[in-house]
């Protein structure tokens, strides 16, 4: 969930759709990280400004789509860690589950926990339009439930929490026997806008008392990146 908006185009620019850029970024920056990056495909790009578009009427939240080049960064560390099995909590749109299915293998596989028949019906037309439909399973739910459903057993190289941010901590301890010995857990949202150094509501507290716990926990080896709303990157030791 990215907060964040480019500032309208040049004049001579063909329109386009708002897309989400990090908070600590101005917009001329934003694009200068874009342009020196590999670009986001044509479904990519459609998905997004079809996210904006729903944004824009209010028919879903304006800030719960991934930055691209957070999403271009994902789809290289899922190829990177040679990632076969994955797992996303907090699907909304597709877009962090279509970059994360194009970095795995044909055969690979990504499991997405979402509660939203609405949203994700939109993700599921743009992960057949991209050819990944077959790698992508999608289960309807609370997603630490469906989490907690799944065998205690190292099944997942990779995983994505992009959901209720008071649920984190409860996300990260159920995925902790279920990620392999070196396997990737990515946290989004974890700087909150900068909240994290004085929060303002339950999120904020949540996500700066786990940031906290994180760093000291020996279970993981952890890097807290200032990427888009703060991207969270977790190795099992």
């Known amino acids: 969930m990215i907060r964040g908006y480019d500032a309208d185009p040049p004049a001579s620019a063909a329109p386009r759709a708002m897309t989400p850029r990090s908070f600590l970024l101005t917009p001329e920056l934003a694009e200068y990280v874009r342009a020196s990056s590999d670009p986001v495909d044509p479904v990519m790009a459609d998905l997004i400004r079809e996210t904006a578009e729903m944004a824009a009427r209010g028919e879903v939240p304006g800030t719960m789509q991934i930055a691209p080049e957070q999403g271009v960064l994902m789809r290289l560390l899922t190829t990177a860690v040679g990632a076969r099995t994955a797992i996303e909590i907090g699907t909304f749109t ?14 690979g596989s990504l499991l997405c926990l979402d509660r939203s028949e609405e949203w994700t019906a939109v993700a599921r037309r743009h992960w057949e339009r991209a050819g990944v439909a077959g790698r992508i399973e999608l289960r309807i739910g609370d997603a630490l439930p469906s989490l907690r459903a799944l065998p205690a057993e190292e099944a997942f190289d990779l995983a994505f929490v992009d959901a209720d941010k008071t649920g984190y901590a409860a996300y990260v301890a159920e995925l902790h026997p279920r990620v392999r010995r070196g396997g990737v857990v990515l946290l989004d949202n974890t700087l909150r ?29 952890t890097a807290l990146l200032p990427l888009a709303d703060g991207l969270t990157l977790l190795r099992k030791r």
Do not use: H, K
């Not at 509501?201 to 906290?212: M, P, V, W």
């Open 94 to 107: 597709g877009f962090s589950a279509l970059c994360i299915a194009q970095g795995l293998p044909e055969d």
């Open 193 to 221: 806008s900068g909240r994290v150094l004085d929060p303002q509501d339950e999120s904020d507290r949540a996500l700066a008392e786990l940031n906290a716990a994180l760093a000291a926990d020996p279970r993981w080896e």
